[in-house]
């Protein structure tokens, strides 16, 4: 596939999977062995079964995500996606209770797309900030 095909491919992820809740395309989009890399999270998220319960941890958390695709640099079977996130804290996140607090953070995604599927990602976000913003961690 092309890069600007690529691009599309990563551009629907961000806008019909994490944005709208749109599960049923994981096994559209994503290979069976799929990896992602978060230094956020303890542990590589696996497969499509693991990626499903990584999203849904963030879609319960913030039922009204809206992430924003800001720019995109592809090359070859990599695409960078640069991104913005946008929610409100209504349910638990990693045993924090909601706050209500509204959210927006920044981050890239690399993906590695392979046969018109994700296969491996690499994800930098501003965990910090969203802690501090739902109100986890204090602002200094």
Same mark, same amino acid.
């Given at each position: 596939?092309?890069?600007?095909?690529?691009?599309? /491919?990563?551009?629907?992820?961000?806008?019909?999977?994490?944005?709208?809740?749109?599960?049923?395309? /994981?096994?559209?989009?994503?290979?069976?062995?799929?990896?992602?890399?978060?230094?956020?999270?303890?542990?590589?998220?696996?497969?499509?079964?693991?990626?499903?319960?990584?999203?849904?941890?963030?879609?319960?958390?913030?039922?009204?995500?809206?992430?924003?695709?800001?720019?995109?640099?592809?090359?070859?079977?990599?695409?960078?996606?640069?991104?913005?996130?946008?929610?409100?804290?209504?349910?638990? #996140?990693?045993?924090?209770?909601?706050?209500?607090?509204?959210?927006?953070?920044?981050?890239?995604?690399?993906?590695? /797309?392979?046969?018109?599927? #994700?296969?491996?990602?690499?994800?930098?976000?501003?965990? #910090?900030?969203?802690?501090?913003?739902?109100?986890?961690?204090?602002?200094?």
């Amino acid at each position: 596939m092309s890069a600007e095909q690529n691009k599309a /491919i990563a551009r629907r992820w961000a806008e019909e999977v994490w944005s709208k809740g749109n599960f049923g395309l /994981i096994e559209e989009l994503v290979a069976p062995e799929y990896v992602a890399h978060d230094p956020a999270t303890p542990e590589e998220v696996r497969g499509t079964e693991g990626l499903r319960r990584y999203i849904e941890t963030f879609r319960t958390a913030f039922p009204d995500m809206q992430l924003t695709v800001e720019d995109q640099v592809a090359e070859a079977e990599k695409v960078l996606t640069r991104w913005t996130a946008r929610g409100t804290h209504r349910g638990d #996140l990693f045993d924090i209770a909601p706050s209500g607090n509204r959210l927006e953070i920044a981050g890239m995604s690399m993906d590695r /797309i392979s046969g018109g599927r #994700l296969v491996e990602s690499w994800e930098n976000y501003d965990a #910090l900030g969203m802690m501090q913003q739902i109100g986890a961690v204090p602002k200094s």
